[in-house]
């Protein structure tokens, strides 16, 4: 199992957009809103490392309004 945390900066005013298109990615288990430096965090799942990967180059980083991510991968 691969499991990540990506971190998310979305354009301004388009978070709420952001986090209804990652909820709908079956591999985010979680995603919220937050204060600080990044807009939203989530958590992905996947069976393996290539998986994630791909989640995140391919649904993730591809979403309309996402600026720019920043994946911490848990080990």
């Known amino acids: 199992m691969a499991t990540a945390f990506v971190?998310?900066?979305a354009e301004i005013g388009a978070e709420s957009e952001v986090l209804k298109g990652l909820k709908v990615i079956d591999e985010v288990k979680e995603a919220y809103m937050v204060?600080?430096?990044y807009d939203i965090i989530a958590?992905?799942?996947t069976e393996t490392m290539q998986?994630?990967?791909d989640?995140?180059?391919?649904?993730?980083?591809?979403l309309d309004k996402v600026r720019s991510t920043l994946?911490?991968?848990v080990v």
């Open 43 to 45: 958590r992905i799942q």
């Open 55 to 62: 989640i995140i180059s391919w649904k993730i980083r591809r």
């Open 35 to 37: 204060y600080g430096v």
């Open 71 to 73: 994946t911490m991968i």
């Open 51 to 53: 998986e994630l990967k």
């Open 7 to 9: 971190l998310i900066n």
